[in-house]
């Protein structure tokens, strides 16, 4: 079946532009992640929803970082007037309940600010 | 929330098997060690997951010591397409969700 999709896959902003970043997760999956990802580093956990909750944001960096699922499938990440250090790959990920479930993750939006 | 010490670099021949360790010495009663990889340019894969007893599946193997305090991933016959970060993951809990803290992994090189 169809995994975790996420659009654009790369994306180049001028700094002081919004950028948003679309995650499409496995149709059924209560639970979404999105993750940041620096160059040689691992994934570091930014926001989680389940459903259309968003339970947790402790991870965003900043208030220029913003997340929504509205709809409780499709979510968005939105970031405000980009800075160079937000420059990263940002991966999405779904899970089919909130404890103990595997998570599936999408390919990342590569996002570059200049 | 535990941490985990894994080496950051291996290599290992194709057909042999690749045994990856990991630490995690103050790693709770109820905290599970997951594994996962990622492939460049992909996006991170779940392998493999268990509490204190050995698991099997058709990926790989877990190995996790009586006292818990560190595991071995088990490869059994490397092949060029598993050349990737293998991540040991203490699964950390947050507000109802959980959260995985991938630290930087192991760069697993499998060469002909």
């Known amino acids: 079946g169809a995994g975790v999709s996420q659009s654009p896959r790369y994306k180049v902003a001028k700094r002081g532009q919004d950028v948003a970043l679309r995650c499409d997760p496995i149709?059924?999956?209560?639970?979404l992640f999105w993750y940041q990802q620096a160059l040689g580093q691992g994934p570091e956990f930014l926001t989680y929803f389940q459903n259309e909750a968003q339970l947790d944001k402790s991870g965003l960096p900043s208030d220029r970082f913003f997340a929504e699922r509205p709809e409780g499938s499709v979510s968005t990440l939105k970031i405000q007037r980009t800075q160079q250090e937000d420059s990263a790959v940002y991966l999405c990920?779904?899970?089919?309940?909130?404890?103990?479930?595997?998570?599936?993750f999408g390919p990342g939006t590569r996002l570059t600010v200049t | 929330d535990a941490k985990t010490t894994q080496p950051p670099s291996m290599d290992c021949a194709e057909g042999r098997a690749a045994n990856l360790p990991c630490n995690h010495s103050t790693i709770s009663g109820n905290e599970y060690v997951y594994w996962y990889r990622q492939i460049h340019s992909q996006g991170p894969q779940y392998i493999i997951h268990g509490l204190k007893n050995n698991e099997t599946n058709e990926m790989a193997s877990l190995i996790i010591t009586e006292d818990r305090k560190s595991s071995t991933l088990i490869l059994p016959h490397a092949t060029l397409r598993d050349t990737a970060v293998y991540y040991c993951?203490?699964?950390?809990?947050?507000?109802?969700?959980?959260?995985?803290?991938f630290g930087k992994g192991t760069s697993l090189l499998v060469t002909p």
């Open positions: 990920a779904s899970s089919l309940a909130s404890a103990g479930a595997e998570q599936y």
């Open positions: 149709s059924g999956h209560v639970s």
């Open positions: 993951i203490v699964r950390v809990a947050t507000n109802s969700g959980y959260a995985l803290n």
